[in-house]
């Protein structure tokens, strides 16, 4: 295609040659129309390799077949899905940042039949254990019968979780291995560590208002990033300045601990402040590869305070030494079936087992950590005001990387940055991930349950993954009590939101809406039980092939999806028009409003909750 100019504006430099009018090269120029429709699907939030589900009505036998979204929360998947999702875990960062209730208020008092199940249950393990005494094993059989029915009965009273531990035979329950004990360790607290105040941690999650003098209230709340120490000085473009001097080692191991890290400074803090300090962000890649984390904090805490307990924290790992790399993946220890161990290639003499390993750290008195993660000294902290812009940027800022790869949130370009990237992979790739990774063979140490089917340093661990670069939990830490809510919870409050302005309220809608977070994702048969209690089951769901009869090219599911998102995107801007003139009634809700149209364009359908959302007007 050539580029034409239009009358009245500067002639475009055309590229040296355009291809011929015809040729292969001009033929290639043009937009593929299957990637223009994926392109406009993405546009309108239409989730891109949605799943093909089979609903049956069991009342006609009529059979529909209905498209979900496939939930992906990375965009190298679903775009849509992905932005969708980074949607929720932003409403339910704000929700739970600035509040000034207690999420979850506590359960309500026991009821009367409750207690006395309690009680009956109570008298039922005091003539178990006259029984067990006497040796009465029939009568203790009896009474374990018994026993299992009053439970079942407790659970169905409403009452959650177990009232103790099932009763097992009294000669199993002895560990045989290393699992069985308990090792005791050194936690005496290092001497380079300050020492902490403690005080005893009251149940409140949130944060202290402030008087103004002018009489107003207002209750801040707190940004923080923490990040790792160096491993050496490094460029803008987060190469070390000296490659050979980086400490790739340290770098590597902090990265493999860093989640045990944080949940110590989360303890600290807590113990440090006294009441149960709660937090939302993630984990991501600096530019030079080692993770930090952002935290929205509730309430606020002396900066000062927030720095000494980052200095305080460390994180000791007691694991066997590693200093003698005495295998390598291409000369590795072999497995003996006969001595069911692994052995040396040459010598075939046992390696040390995991357990005799760490006998051997309890047994020396001078034993020190095989590692100790730290902090660095960068510690970021300052105060934001709810309701502020400041406030919804730092929740942007929070979620800019959790639709990306960990490996794509800052892609090497250079040949500097490649190699910078080879050798931490390189040093991740002999770190071993856990008690039980394949890589201890490399240091002649069997791991935790050693077994034939081990690669000795080729564990399949996600830290040793290239893409990883060594974060291979969650990224995304959200503290217990921070809303009171789960992301399907948030997740209905949104369809919630739509649904009431667009004024839809049939009994089926509610039903619909409040299965989607207990089937979603299950494949195979599923049952749709249309609002849980003692309703009648309408519906089977399954799977459907791609290559079913029923189903259909997917370009053609886009392209309905895409028209009836279009359509239904006008109608949910002319009811936000009209709500806007309208009696307010929708304004506790209003400031999520903008985050999320488009949610709901499948009200009725089905148990699912369909593909992505509207404009993202923050992007
Ligand atoms: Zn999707
Ligand atoms: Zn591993």
Redesign the pocket.
Known sequence: MTAATLPGLEPVPTPAAAPRPGSRAARMALPRSVDVLKQIAIEYGV????LAMRRTDLDTGLTEVIDL????TREDK?P??AKKNRRLRQAQIREGWHRDDEPLPGPQPATEAQKSLILFRAHLEFSRDEASRACQWDQVEDLDEAIREVEEAIAAEGLRGRVGPPHTSTDDDQGDDDTGRRRKRSTKRRQDAPDLPRRKVEARTVGRTYTAPDGSTYRPSMWLTLTLDSYGPVRPDGTPVNPNRYDYRRAAWDAVHFPRLLDRFWQNLRRCEGWNVQYAGCVEPQRRLAPHAHFAIRGTIARDTLRTVAAATYHQVWWPPVDVQRYTADRPPVWDEQASAWVDPDTHHPLTTWTEALDAIDDDPDAEPVHVVRFGTQVDARGVLPGTEDAERTIRYVTKYITKHTGDCHKATTDRQRTHLDRLWRALRVTPCTERCANWLLYGIQPRKANAKLKPGRCKGKVHQRDTLGIGGRRILISRDWSGKTLADHKHDVRAWVRALLGVTTDSTTANGTTESSTAGSPGQLVDDQGATAERVRHAWELARPDDADVGPLSFRLMRSISERARWRTELLAAKDRAEQGPADLSATQHIAPQHDGEEDQVGRGPYDR??SGPDQHE
């Open positions: 989730c891109v390799r949605p979204p496939c939930g992906a679903c849509p899905c593909a992505g």
